[in-house]
Structure formats: structure tokens, C-alpha cells
């Protein structure tokens, strides 16, 4: 895998800085920015028509026009999709993956990737070579291994594809990160059944002991991918511990530790996508917690900008890969495939979601299973599958026409139609909103308390077992992978930090020169906390709190009540002062010393406690 990396480079520089495919390769790049600035500069265009739609006309008119002035078109090789263009977009979605309603629904998802990726492959399969034996279909010589292995081609979901659609509808959350979820796990299951069918063919005969290796070979490739992506996570995160002297080469691990975890599951004949993702989730907690806010800020838009370069990059090639060919086109082979991926992917969803909403306590309803059905679309994965089938299978040409069509169809057709559709059936949509502190504090006590309930009852399920992973997690795996004593330091503190260098960064970006300012400095080590410290701390935090108060109801507007900013400025200091007048009458009535010490009452015994006090 690396050698074959690093060949397309060596050719390229071994015909000169003038060969074709430099050329075309700076054609494509130049058109990549034109689509992305029309796109969102007419909005009436990107509310109708998806950005990939438009991407892959440019690449069609893009690969008519290299045609026509007499060069052949280049075709979007599989080595490139894969070592290049695929790792970034699968990095961008492992890193920036949302924990909570992927961890929620990993069940579902599961048997949307696995059970429903079987189910479409050896449906479509099955039915496909029932086609091939009408003779006059035109089509006798095609056996059933190679339906198979075509059924397994096109059956899966594509991760990109879904990305670019389901990013510009703003479907909500659970029925994004069905599908998202399910393309990103069903690689294995392609991965597995695409060889098994490939070496199948060749040999002809299938025994029990084949069936069963394949089986094996599924956990293997799944779990040895999860693995090692977690082992390079791992390396990432207790790597960053020793960056702070140097900030500048902190990106660099996390773009490199990701790759290398790629590169390693390939090489072995793992599931690089899942290696990706297990390495992008282990890594971003430690990582963020050792990184400087530059360093994050670099990672998050240069892993956007390189997964929106890579995504671009792929759905032209697919338009300019349409035009080079060659086509083998069969009316009755290509219309029947299209109508099967939607009939095997309805029947799939209906027939799983039935079983599905039997252990969910959240049910799919009719409007979620339509959606997750009608969302699964095909891109480049199923066509860089196809162009890696030798030169020698009879059904090559046709097998990539097909595999086109499919493409076209569920990118235009299902992707221009899914935004109506979502609109006509009032599907709810995602929260822009960003959850408040009141909505993160309940959703903390709820886990809390069902982690409660499940104990009570005797129940060991999700909330129990996340409670002993984030037990194991601070008590074990932070001490080794976070530098200094940041994972001693308590919630509270560790969110005030936060609130202050947010405020701070706002006021140096705003060009305000602040009289002064907390300073974080001395809360970088706590260890213990006085109660002197914690006089000084509680403070802060109230002066810190009624500032952010004042700044949220200056920015805040009512039609009934609008102050003026010197009326303002007073009603806070006089509920300052009076907050303050209140909580200091309270603790001195726990606090204060009896002012008579020398003559206690008869009949009272003396006592005396550590501080010196006597009662």
C-alpha cells in the first residue's frame, strides 16, 4: 500500500511538469472553486438543487470539453480515491462525530449496517441472476457469484454522498445519525463481501467451511479496523501531553496519527473508514484537553476545508470518469438494478425498523423509516469497487454502467426530491441552538439518576456501564493522557475557565483594553482547596457570573421593558450590593465568634478545636 502510494507521484514527475495528467489535474482543481462560490452566492439554486448534483455536472462538462478537443478523459482511479481522497471527509466525520446520539443509537445502527447491508446484497443478488436466466434478456452467461459480488457493490450506502445531501436539509438528529452512522459502519460488510465474492468467482465452488471464514473474516476486518484506529488514538492523545513547548507541530500528530491508523488497516486488509472513526473518537477528548485553542481552531478548518476539497474533487471525477467510459449499456439490466436498490432498501428499513421498535424506548415512526429509507444513496465508493473488478470479468463495463446509473439516479433524483419531501411531510428538523447550561445540567442529572435507577433495580444497562467507562476513564486513562493536573481540577473550576478565556478572547479579538482581568494562572494546578482559596474562588465566580448576566441582558430585548445603559449600570450594582449585603448577614450568623470568650455561661463545658476557637 505504500509503495503504490507514492507511484502515481513518480509517474507524474517521470513525463515532466507539462504531462497530460498534470494538466488535468490543474483543470479540475481550478474548476473545484467556481461551483462551491456560485452554489452559495444564489440561493435560490442551492435550495433546489444539491451541491453534488452541481459538482457532478461541472465534471461532465469538464470531461466533454477534455474530449473534445481529442485527449481521453481521466477516470477517478481507485488508488486515488482511496490513499487520497476518501481519508479526509471519513476524519472530518470520526473526529467531529456526535458522541451521545451515536453511543444512544449504536444498536440501531448496527443492524442498519450489517443485517440491512446483507439483506440488500443478497436480495439484489438473488433477483438480478434470476434476470440474467430469461433468455431474452441477453444475459445467460452470468453465474450467480457475480450477481452476488455486483449486489454487494451497490447495496451499500455511501457516506459522502450522505454528507452532501443530508448537511444542506438540516434533517434532526436521529435520522441523520441513522444514516450517517450506517454508511460509516457498513464499510466492512462491503469490504468483506466484496472479497469473498471476488475470490469465490475465481474459484467456483463454495463449501461450508468458506461460509463460515467469511463470517470470521467479517469480525476480523470490523474489529482489528476499530482496534488499531483506538491504538493510534491512543499514541495521539499521549503524544499531545508533551507539545505545550512547542504548539505549532500539534495539529500535525493528529492529521498524521489519523493517517498512519489508515494506512496500517489497509495494509493489513482491515476497514480503514473504521479505523479513522475509532481513531478520530479516542483522540479528540485527550487531544483537546492538551492542545492550545490555535491548534484547535487549525485542526477544525483544515479538516473542513480538506474533506470540502476531497468531496469536491470526487464528484467531479465521477462526472469526467461518465464521459471517458467505456459503456456497456443493457436497458433491462441497469433500469431493473435501479428499481431493486429502492424495493430491497424499503423492504429492508420496514422489515428491520419493525423488529427495531420492539427494544427502542424512542420509537421510528412511519415519517423516520421513510426517510432512512429514501436517504440511502450510492457515490463513490460503489463506483471505485467497480473499477477495481480486472479487466478480464466479462461484466465489467456493464456492471460500471450500472453502477453509474444507480449513482446518478439516487445523487439527482432522490437527492434533488428528499428536501420537498421532508418539507411536505413536516419531518422535524435539527436544533441550530446550541443547548443552554440549564438543558447540559438536566441532561446530567437524568443519567445520573437512571444510572440510579438501574442500580436499584439490579440493571446493568447503557447507564451503568457509561458510568463505570467515565469512572475508569477519570481515575485511569486521564492521569496517563493529559498533561499536568488538569484531570484532578473540579467541573466547576474547569468551566469557569473556560467562560474567562472565552471572555478574554473576545476582548483582545474586540481591540478593548480591560482595567483587569481574572487571572486564570493561579487555578492551573489545584490540588486541595483551602478555605481561603475557596472564599477567594467563590468571589470570583460571583463577580464573574453578575457580569455575564449584565452582558446577557444588555444584548437581550423586550418591547416592554428597555433600559437605558446608565438606568442599567444602576439597578445591577444596587442587586449586586444587596446579594451582597445578604449572603454576608448569612454567613455571619454561622460564622461570627461570640464577642465574650473569657466567661463562658456555668454549667458549659470549654472546648476547644483545631483552629484555636474555643466554645
Same mark, same amino acid.
Given at each position: 500500500s505504500y509503495v503504490g502510494f507514492f507511484t502515481p507521484t513518480l509517474t507524474l514527475y517521470e513525463y515532466g511538469p507539462w504531462c497530460t495528467a498534470d494538466r488535468y489535474v490543474s483543470i479540475i482543481t481550478l474548476t473545484t472553486s467556481s461551483p462551491h462560490l456560485g452554489f452559495h452566492l444564489i440561493p435560490r439554486l442551492s435550495g433546489v438543487v444539491p451541491e453534488s448534483c452541481l459538482l457532478i455536472v461541472v465534471g461532465l462538462l469538464v470531461g466533454g470539453l477534455i474530449k473534445v478537443i481529442g485527449e481521453e478523459p481521466p477516470v477517478l482511479d481507485s488508488q486515488l480515491f482511496f490513499l487520497c481522497l476518501l481519508p479526509p471527509i471519513i476524519l472530518d466525520a470520526g473526529y467531529f462525530l456526535p458522541i451521545r446520539p451515536f453511543t444512544e443509537n449504536v444498536g440501531t445502527i448496527l443492524v442498519f449496517a450489517v443485517i440491512g447491508t446483507l439483506w440488500n446484497a443478497f436480495f439484489m443478488g438473488g433477483l438480478l441472476y434470476a434476470l440474467c436466466q430469461i433468455e431474452s434478456v441477453g444475459l445467460s452467461g452470468v453465474d450467480l457469484l457475480a450477481c452476488l459480488l455486483f449486489g454487494s457493490i451497490v447495496s451499500a450506502v455511501d457516506p459522502v454522498a450522505v454528507l452532501a445531501v443530508f448537511e444542506e436539509i438540516h434533517i434532526n438528529e436521529l435520522v441523520h445519525i441513522l444514516v450517517f452512522g450506517e454508511s460509516l459502519l457498513n464499510d466492512a460488510v462491503t469490504v468483506v463481501l466484496y472479497n469473498l465474492f471476488e475470490e469465490f468467482s475465481k474459484v467456483g465452488t463454495v463449501t461450508v467451511l468458506d461460509v463460515f471464514l467469511g463470517v470470521v473474516c467479517f469480525f476480523v476486518v470490523s474489529l482489528g479496523g476499530v482496534l488499531v484506529g483506538a491504538i493510534y488514538g491512543f499514541l495521539a492523545a499521549f503524544? *499531545? !501531553?508533551?507539545? *505545550?513547548?512547542? !504548539? =505549532?507541530?500539534?495539529?500535525?500528530?493528529?492529521?498524521?496519527?489519523?493517517?498512519?491508523?489508515?494506512? +496500517?488497516?489497509?495494509?493489513?486488509?482491515?476497514?480503514?473508514?473504521?479505523?479513522?472513526?475509532?481513531?478520530?473518537?479516542?483522540?479528540?477528548?485527550?487531544?483537546?484537553? &492538551?492542545? #492550545?485553542?490555535? #491548534?484547535?481552531?487549525?485542526?477544525?478548518?483544515?479538516?473542513?476545508? %480538506? #474533506?470540502?476539497? #476531497?468531496?469536491?474533487?470526487?464528484?467531479?471525477?465521477?462526472? =469526467? *470518469?461518465? =464521459?471517458?467510459?467505456?459503456?456497456? %449499456? &443493457?436497458?433491462?439490466?441497469?433500469?431493473?438494478?435501479?428499481?431493486?436498490?429502492?424495493? +430491497?432498501?424499503v423492504l429492508g428499513v420496514i422489515g428491520l425498523t419493525f423488529i427495531i421498535n420492539k427494544f427502542r424506548i424512542v420509537k421510528l415512526t412511519k415519517k423516520d423509516q421513510f426517510i432512512v429509507a429514501y436517504g440511502g444513496l450510492r457515490g463513490a465508493i460503489a463506483f471505485s469497487l467497480g473499477y477495481l473488478l480486472s479487466n478480464s470479468h466479462q461484466m465489467r463495463h456493464l456492471f460500471l454502467t450500472a453502477i453509474i446509473t444507480v449513482i446518478f439516479f439516487t445523487v439527482f433524483v432522490q437527492g434533488m426530491t428528499i428536501r420537498p419531501l421532508v418539507e411536505l411531510l413536516a419531518v422535524k428538523k435539527k436544533k441550530e441552538s446550541k443547548p443552554s447550561i440549564n438543558e447540559e445540567i438536566h441532561t446530567e442529572f437524568l443519567d445520573h439518576l437512571l444510572t440510579g435507577v438501574e442500580g436499584v433495580c439490579g440493571h446493568y444497562g447503557h447507564y451503568h456501564w457509561k458510568e463505570k467507562l467515565n469512572r475508569f476513564n477519570k481515575t485511569y486513562v486521564k492521569r496517563w493522557l493529559i498533561a499536568g493536573e488538569n484531570f484532578k481540577e473540579p467541573e466547576l473550576i474547569a468551566f469557569y475557565r473556560k467562560m474567562e478565556l472565552k471572555q478574554a478572547i473576545m476582548m483582545v479579538e474586540s481591540g478593548q483594553l480591560p482595567s483587569a482581568l481574572p487571572s486564570t494562572v493561579s487555578m492551573q494546578v489545584i490540588p486541595r482547596v483551602s478555605k481561603k482559596r475557596e472564599e477567594e474562588i467563590r468571589r470570583i465566580l460571583r463577580s464573574n457570573l453578575q457580569n455575564n448576566k449584565q452582558k446577557m441582558r444588555s444584548r437581550s430585548y423586550s418591547r416592554h421593558t428597555l433600559f437605558d445603559a446608565d438606568e442599567e449600570d444602576n439597578v445591577s450594582e444596587v442587586r449586586l450590593r444587596k446579594t451582597k449585603m445578604e449572603m454576608e448577614r448569612r454567613m455571619s450568623h454561622y460564622l461570627t465568634v461570640p464577642a465574650n470568650r473569657e466567661s463562658p455561661r456555668p454549667g458549659v463545658r470549654r472546648v476547644r478545636f483545631e483552629s484555636g476557637l474555643s466554645v
Open positions: 503524544t *499531545s !501531553r508533551f507539545t *505545550s513547548h512547542t !504548539r =505549532v507541530i500539534e495539529p500535525l500528530f493528529v492529521f498524521l496519527y489519523s493517517y498512519m491508523a489508515y494506512l +496500517s488497516s489497509e495494509m493489513f486488509h482491515l476497514s480503514g473508514i473504521m479505523a479513522l472513526i475509532a481513531c478520530g473518537v479516542v483522540m479528540r477528548p485527550y487531544v483537546e484537553a &492538551n492542545i #492550545s485553542h490555535k #491548534s484547535y481552531t487549525t485542526i477544525k478548518y483544515f479538516l473542513k476545508m %480538506w #474533506s470540502s476539497v #476531497s468531496e469536491t474533487l470526487i464528484f467531479i471525477f465521477l462526472g =469526467v *470518469s461518465t =464521459v471517458a467510459g467505456p459503456h456497456a %449499456w &443493457n436497458w433491462t439490466f441497469v433500469i431493473t438494478t435501479v428499481i431493486l436498490c429502492l424495493v +430491497s432498501r
